[in-house]
């Protein structure tokens, strides 16, 4: 038996997912909560639909400020939707501890 195709409407309510992720900054008196990629990936692989879904990032450096421009696509071989979003990434404050840098500046 051919299992029913599932519509896009569909689709967005099944990939309702929570943040279940907590970071605190590095002061620790602020918190967010985020959901990452691979809690994203496994959700929509759990769904076992017939739709692919693809994402890709590219980098912009504008004024020497680095933005991140993210795209995902979603398509079942006839539909096909796209969805933008944008970030900017700041540097990484280097903490001195003892001497040591407790992290490197790539990181």
Known sequence: MEK???????LQREMQIGKN???KN??????YNYRNAEQIYEHFKSLNSDWTLIVSDKL???????????T????????????????????VPIFEKSGKQQMQKPQ
């Not at 590095?26 to 918190?31: A, C, D, F, L, V």
């Not at 912009?60 to 993210?70: A, D, H, N, T």
């Open 4 to 10: 029913e195709k599932m519509a896009f409407p569909e």
């Open 60 to 70: 912009y450096e504008i004024l020497g400020r680095l933005f991140v421009e993210s």
């Open 72 to 91: 995902a696509i979603v398509s079942n071989g006839t539909e096909s939707y796209t969805a933008l979003g944008y970030s900017e990434h700041d540097q």
């Open 21 to 23: 992720k907590s970071v």
């Open 26 to 31: 590095y002061s620790g008196q602020t918190s």
